[in-house]
């Protein structure tokens, strides 16, 4: 394990069970469900539950493409970074600076748009 030092980080908003970590981690499992809705007009109700919709339910595949990737790198005796500047990190996005032995993010995200009719 190293030292991680962060001189600056500037973020907007985390949201939706997103991470920003600084120093090592173990594991990270960030997992969201998200029902956005979204109406035209003033009228809202509570119509729509995570219950009801099958959406949810499913289970999500897992990785569907392999890409081999080659890595070249120094490890130094610690990470050091200047500054991040970032307007944000939304359903289980993951901002990490340090070492992750393993990681999984999932996020299950539905938007619903509800138009007046025209007639």
Do not use: W
């Amino acid at each position: 394990m190293r030292d991680s030092r962060v001189q600056r980080i500037k973020c907007h908003s985390l949201e939706f069970s997103s991470i920003l970590q600084v120093g090592d981690s173990e594991q990270i499992n960030p997992y969201a469900d998200v029902l956005a809705i979204q109406q035209e007009g003033a009228v809202f109700s509570n119509e729509l539950t995570f219950e009801e919709q099958g959406f949810f339910q499913k289970q999500l595949p897992e990785q569907l493409i392999t890409v081999p990737i080659e890595i070249k790198r120094k490890n130094y005796s610690s990470i050091d970074v200047g500054g991040i500047e970032m307007i944000g990190a939304t359903a289980s996005s993951i901002v990490h600076i340090g070492s992750v032995q393993t990681g999984n993010s999932k996020a299950h995200v539905k938007h619903v748009r509800r138009l007046r009719n025209k007639d």
